[in-house]
């Protein structure tokens, strides 16, 4: 059996790592992945030459929740993704979602079982993404962006929505340096000292008030981990609706009209690294 699943990758509003409390919503920048059923073993490749650690502990994870021996059964999964690695963009989140879902689909569907519920599979590629050290507050928000698409507001600690809805269809500038940034290894303390004027962007957010939200935050964490907040006042100033840090960096992304997106494209066009053109995504991880 094969079966092939996409998982968009999420956009910050609100960086839950200071509060517990997040928001996200998705974005076309994607991880396609292909599981195919095999005789025994776990078998994981991906296209950017990243560690399989993770992907291998997705597979376990759902072997395990079905009680399933790789002795007996196996699965090979393969990724191949548009979505830039270790920059903000919930990669890690998308490829989890992504594997936990085909995963259950092949052994629900091979040996007559039944599927994991949608929360049971975003609680358990956060479980994988936990144990593997690929996140610091779980990313209930980054997951669950990834997994329906949209926008989601979210406590983060007792996984659990505040709000979970579609976005209006905006343009997404994401602008990639030449470096990266992994969530895993950013300091957790420094970020929390700002926990009140966190907390104040996100009444915005809890308030549907997702851009005032998104620029608060991105210029709240782009000076705590030493971003230049320029490049999303630059975005902004060239008619950007919303522009920020996304995640702990390393990307911005900037929220356009159709009819500013090139103006924004130039004012970030002598930065060093790439700017990508997509989109919002409201229709999260869907097999194909």
Do not use: H
């Not at 779980?138 to 979970?164: H, L, P």
């Not at 008030?209 to 620029?215: G, I, P, R, S, V």
């Amino acid at each position: 059996m094969i079966e092939n699943v996409r998982c968009p990758g999420s956009a910050t509003i609100i960086n839950a790592i200071a509060t517990g409390f997040g928001a996200a919503f998705g974005i076309g920048l994607n991880i396609k992945c292909q599981a195919k059923s095999i005789d025994s073993g776990i078998k994981c490749f991906n296209d950017v030459g990243a560690s399989t650690d993770l992907m291998d502990l997705c597979v376990r994870k759902v072997f395990d929740k079905y009680e399933m021996n790789e002795d007996d059964f196996g699965l090979e999964i393969k990724t191949e993704s548009t979505l830039p690695m270790a920059s903000g963009l919930s990669s890690s989140s998308a490829s989890s979602n992504a594997i936990v879902a085909i995963s259950s689909k092949i052994i629900s569907e091979e040996f007559n079982l039944t599927p994991l519920t949608d929360l049971e599979i975003i609680n358990l590629a956060i479980d994988a993404s936990i144990e593997a050290g690929v996140t610091i507050t779980g990313s209930f928000d980054d997951a669950t962006a990834s997994y329906f698409g949209g926008v989601v507001v979210t406590d983060n600690k007792n996984r659990e929505f505040i709000i979970k809805e579609k976005m209006d269809d905006y343009k997404i500038l994401v602008y990639m340096p030449n470096f990266i940034a992994k969530s895993g290894d950013s300091d957790v303390n420094r970020m929390r000292v700002l926990a009140p004027l966190v907390e104040t962007a996100f009444d915005f957010a809890k308030n549907k008030e997702y851009f005032k939200a998104l620029n608060l935050n991105g210029l709240i964490y782009a000076s705590t981990l030493g971003f230049d907040s320029a490049i999303a006042i630059d975005a902004l100033q060239s008619g950007a609706i919303a522009s920020g840090l996304s995640g702990t960096g390393s990307s911005f992304v900037a929220v356009c009209e159709d009819n500013t997106i090139d103006d924004v494209k130039d004012a970030w066009s002598n930065l060093e690294g790439r700017v990508i053109e997509t989109n919002v995504d409201n229709e999260g991880c869907s097999f194909f």
